[in-house]
T-cell receptor, first 113, second 113 residues
Framework: DQQVKQNSPSLSVQEGRISILNCDYT??????FLWYKKYPAEGPTFLIS?????DKNEDGRFTVFLNKSAKHLSLHIVPSQPGDSAVYFC????????????FGKGTSLLVTP | DAGVTQSPTHLIKTRGQQVTLRCSPK?????VSWYQQALGQGPQFIFQ???????QRGNFPDRFSGHQFPNYSSELNVNALLLGDSALYLC????????????FGSGTRLTVV
């Protein structure tokens, strides 16, 4: 039962443009959402997060938007750089019902020069 | 400051055997969570250890067991290995059981033949 879905397995964007990665979830109890970035042969590294009490969180080139009514979040990267090429995982947790992160399958982002 | 250290990095085992994977958390962290990432999938939560006790468990059979030591390091044991246990096993450490602030290790790649 996949509670966090990333429906685009891959995305290709030109350097300097905006990258938009999407994520949908089904569990309305999720109240904390995170994005992780993963390079080959490395563990996932935390990128940015958002609590369900907010609809936007920004950190430098990275912005996460949360639409609770649609159970949808997105990660915007502006401007995209070749070093951003990696697999991006969306994850969610419900703080009052456990400690586990529920991950999507990931989206492979390729930023071309 | 050492991050999360996992050993070994790669492992090949025969079906039916038993395996032990090890994790040393990031300095200052006291909680260890284990995840299984099958090929093409996102990480799936196995269990979390805090104060030397299993605090929460994901949807994994009893063949998967773990332990946390007084120095906060942890082991993941898998008995009666199946071909389907082939995956990347990720350890994540955090403080106080939080799901944010996770630091992941690079993982152990287990191949069951």
């Amino acid at each position: 039962d996949q509670q966090v879905k990333q429906n685009s397995p891959s995305l290709s964007v030109q350097e300097g443009r905006i990258s938009i990665l999407n994520c949908d979830y089904t569990n309305s109890m999720f109240d904390y959402f995170l994005w992780y970035k993963k390079y080959p042969a490395e563990g996932p590294t935390f990128l940015i997060s958002i609590s369900s009490i907010k609809d936007k969180n920004e950190d430098g080139r990275f912005t996460v938007f949360l639409n609770k009514s649609a159970k949808h979040l997105s990660l915007h990267i502006v401007p995209s750089q070749p070093g951003d090429s990696a697999v991006y995982f969306c994850a969610a947790s419900a703080q009052n019902s456990g400690y586990a992160l529920n991950f999507g399958k990931g989206t492979s982002l390729l930023v071309t020069p | 400051d050492a991050g999360v250290t996992q050993s070994p990095t790669h492992l090949i085992k025969t079906r039916g055997q038993q395996v032990t994977l090890r994790c040393s958390p990031k300095s200052g962290h006291d909680t260890v969570s284990w995840y299984q990432q099958a090929l093409g999938q996102g990480p799936q939560f196995i269990f979390q250890y805090y104060e030397e006790e299993e605090r929460q468990r994901g949807n994994f059979p009893d063949r998967f067991s773990g332990h946390q030591f007084p120095n906060y390091s942890s082991e993941l044991n898998v008995n009666a290995l199946l071909l389907g246990d082939s995956a990347l096993y990720l350890c994540a450490s955090s403080l106080g059981g939080r799901t944010y602030g996770y630091t992941f290790g690079s993982g152990t790649r287990l191949t069951v033949v």
